[in-house]
């Protein structure tokens, strides 16, 4: 193992790691990540009525997160991060497809002729990062570690919110927040705790994958789990453009804004890579491992869109199991991105993931998403924070988590702008690049 960075990493970013290892590693990155990527087909297949086709969005979405992570570590020709980039539909999106959807929908348009618009459109969209991953020198002037610090504790504290609903049972749970929910997160979130402040390197390696398997078997005895199969057992074969392509200047406008504004959280998902890899945070190499990584983010929604799935962008929830599990090696995305290729083409393994219980995911992905917040911190406290950076933080915070938890604060405004600033992390991020390119710097700031 590497020693150049910190001792504390199990495997820095270029080290080689053993096969068990890496396993136990890639199902952990895969447990913390499988209901994010899952999710947002679930959400807008029974939205927009395209339930015959749920089974294949949801296999085509683990099949192209498993493609674009592989493109993130592996880095070929300068595309990709070369780190544990896990790759997965941004919740940014569903807003946007949902609303177009619905919009083709009401004109008569059947399901396929509205997934084929969906991915026509997504496609030109991904051509946005390539882009912007080319002036990542003017970019980085607007991205400073304050406002990047910013986005990503804001995408932590969201992540967090999807964490507690699920310890409580999921969303319209009739159960929700239950004695029996409440104590299989609690149980759960207790044992990977424990495992964490053991001093060997292997507790702490296995300590989600274990954390939830314990918490599953609890849930089990309790009957709170019973997992059921599909009768089709065949492998799923991915097909290109499988509904065709369309496009629609309606439909793409609010998709290429969210894209642009997701590069924002995509900056602040790397930037804490690297700094929870031990790589630099600033200068030349940094520069070029973002330009790579938003790179990778457009070559990753293409696959996305070509294959049939929605558009793709990094995902937060892997740094905080880097952080817990003390793992950095780029080999291991690999692993990663290979296993959810696999459950991508056997649609049995990704239903049962799906079917886990939630408030054994909840409590496994609190303190996964609570780190996500504390890496953030430690970014934006890089700089020496005077009252101009204290105001942009008590701006952004203020209302970021504001509005994401008082959404219908916007309902006076066009639906276009309800859907593009209805989270925090769009809301409060987009304030804080205003922020801090408007109000004007302290003499202290100059001078520094």
């Given at each position: 193992m590497s020693k150049l960075n910190n001792e504390s990493l199990l495997?820095?970013?270029?080290?080689?790691?053993?096969?068990?290892?890496?396993?136990?590693?890639?199902?952990?990155?895969?447990?913390?990540?499988?209901?994010?990527?899952?999710t947002p087909p679930l959400i807008i297949g029974q939205a927009l009525g395209l339930t015959q086709w749920l089974p294949y969005l949801i296999s085509m979405s683990l099949f192209a997160s498993g493609v674009g992570t592989v493109i993130q570590a592996v880095r070929f020709r300068n595309i990709g991060a070369g780190m544990i980039c896990l790759q997965g539909t941004s919740f940014?999106?569903?807003?946007?497809?949902?609303?177009?959807?619905?919009?083709?929908?009401?004109?008569?348009?059947?399901?396929?002729?509205?997934?084929?618009?969906?991915?026509?459109?997504?496609?030109?969209?991904?051509?946005?990062?390539?882009?912007?991953?080319?002036?990542?020198?003017?970019?980085?002037?607007?991205?400073t570690p304050l406002v990047t610090g910013i986005v990503i504790v804001l995408i932590g504290i969201s992540l967090i919110r999807v964490s507690i609903t699920d310890w409580g049972g999921g969303f319209g749970a009739a159960d929700f927040a239950s004695p029996h929910n409440l104590g299989l997160g609690l149980f759960t979130l207790f044992i990977i705790v424990l495992m964490n402040c053991s001093r060997r390197p292997w507790c702490k390696l296995s300590s989600i994958v274990v954390g939830i398997v314990a918490g599953t078997l609890l849930a089990s005895l309790l009957g709170k789990f019973h997992p059921h199969f599909s009768p089709d057992l065949l492998p799923i074969l991915p097909s290109p453009f499988r509904f065709g392509i369309s496009f629609s200047w309606t439909v793409f406008i609010p998709i290429a804004l969210v894209s642009l504004i997701s590069i924002i959280e995509t900056v602040g998902d790397l930037t804490a890579n690297c700094m929870l890899s031990q790589q630099p945070v600033v200068g030349a190499e940094f520069q070029k491992r973002i330009r790579a990584g938003i790179l990778g983010d457009g070559v990753s929604c293409l696959v996305a869109a070509v294959f049939s799935s929605f558009p793709n962008t990094t995902f937060a929830q892997n740094n905080g199991v880097i952080q817990m599990t003390q793992v950095a090696s780029r080999y291991a995305g690999i692993w990663i991105g290979g296993l959810f290729i696999l459950l991508g083409l056997?649609?049995?393994?990704?239903?049962?993931?799906?079917?886990?219980?939630?408030?054994?995911?909840?409590?496994?992905?609190?303190?996964?998403f609570g780190s996500v917040v504390a890496a953030g911190i430690r970014i934006m406290t890089r700089e020496t924070l005077d009252s101009r950076g204290m105001l942009i933080i008590a701006l952004s915070f203020s209302v970021g988590i504001g509005i994401e938890s008082q959404p219908n604060f916007l309902s006076a405004m066009p639906q276009f702008f309800q859907t593009l600033f209805q989270n925090a992390v769009t809301s409060g991020g987009t304030l804080a690049l205003l922020l801090n390119l408007l109000l004007p710097k302290t003499k202290e700031n100059n001078d520094g």
């Open positions: 495997y820095g970013l270029n080290d080689r790691i053993p096969v068990i290892p890496a396993v136990f590693t890639a199902v952990q990155h895969m447990l913390a990540s499988i209901v994010g990527i899952v940014a999106f569903l807003g946007v497809i949902i609303a177009g959807g619905l919009l083709l929908k009401r004109e008569g348009d059947s399901a396929e002729q509205i997934l084929a618009m969906i991915f026509g459109c997504t496609v030109v969209a991904a051509i946005i990062p390539l882009i912007v991953s080319q002036f990542i020198h003017f970019f980085s002037r607007l991205l056997f649609p049995p393994v990704s239903q049962l993931l799906e079917q886990l219980p939630k408030p054994v995911l909840g409590g496994a992905t609190l303190v996964m």
